[in-house]
């Protein structure tokens, strides 16, 4: 493949994409029903007015996920919205696509973490001058009532999605996780971390692309483990309403920092489909915290900042 084409990806090379990202919602949601095995997908197609659509199936009330999605959308227009042009105004009177798989979990059991996941393509086009165009994705770990091997081995697999790439990657991708799914106003973290990645093009098509298939294949390899291990813990009240509490925190990202979510109220996208990321049941209370030394405060002092995983 020639340099010109590695800059300028072809509609052959794109269909490859799009391709790869409709296997993947195919394989993530038939693990994560097979490892459920209680409830099942349910499917909904939707066409967005200004272009394209995409596929949302979500599984709701299973034995293990209280509620999981994984959607997949393609979207394409001829003028992008605020959030995507604030900081990047070279974008402006551009054609654009946008697609990617977007996924996640909130189990029942407070033991098993929540998770997210996406990856992504993204291209903005004009006569007359070269497309702008990139990937971006990740995976992310939120626990309630961790556990120390939970996160290494989450790192772990993360590190391995990332090592053919570069001995530095993984490094770099980690911090830029850290700081990005962090709650300023909270001064925490969300959860634990994991990969964050975006404007990847540096590498050319067949590198950038061969990197985001990676991380998306990595993430069931990473997630279902720690599922298996914590499933059949019991738990009570007290651990129910800590989820409930902690989840809020999920809830706040989402709406207030989340540019996915802010891409896609903005770009006209199906409300029901950005929005399946919120958990089904929620609360919060007014000026709470743990007791000291308490297990729920554990997750405060020894979880929720920074850290070097690997070298635990």
Known sequence: MTEQNQKQPSHEQI?????????????????????????????????????????SRVLTKGKVFEQAGVNFSHVFGHQLPASATAKRP??????????????????????????????????????????IWWFGGGFDLTPFYPFKEDAISWHKTAKDACDPFGDEVYA??????????????RDETRGVGGL???????????????????????????????????KAIEYGE???????????????????YDRGTLFGLQSGGRTESILMSMPPVVHWQYDWSPEESSPEALLYTDYLHPRDWLAA
Request: include cysteine.
């Open 90 to 131: 070279e974008l402006e009177g551009r054609d654009f696509q946008a697609m990617g798989v977007s996924l996640v979990i909130h189990p029942h059991n407070p033991y098993i973490p929540t998770s997210h996941a996406n990856v992504r393509f993204f291209i903005a086009e004009k006569a007359g001058e070269d497309p």
């Open 15 to 55: 269909q490859q994409v799009k391709t790869f990202l409709l296997g993947l919602q195919d394989s993530i949601c038939a693990g994560l029903q097979a490892e459920d095995g209680g409830a099942a997908f349910v499917e909904d197609s939707w066409d967005r007015e200004e272009g394209g659509g995409g596929r």
């Open 196 to 230: 964050f990645f975006d404007d990847l093009n540096e590498p050319g098509f067949d590198k950038s692309f061969a990197f985001m298939q990676s991380v998306g294949e990595h993430f069931l390899k990473a997630y279902i483990p720690i599922v298996k291990k914590r």
């Open 172 to 185: 770099n991708y980690k911090k830029w996780c850290d700081e990005y799914f962090y709650l300023k106003h």
């Open 238 to 256: 007290r651990e129910r309403n800590f989820q409930l509490y902690r989840r809020g925190r999920y809830v706040e990202f989402n709406l207030v």
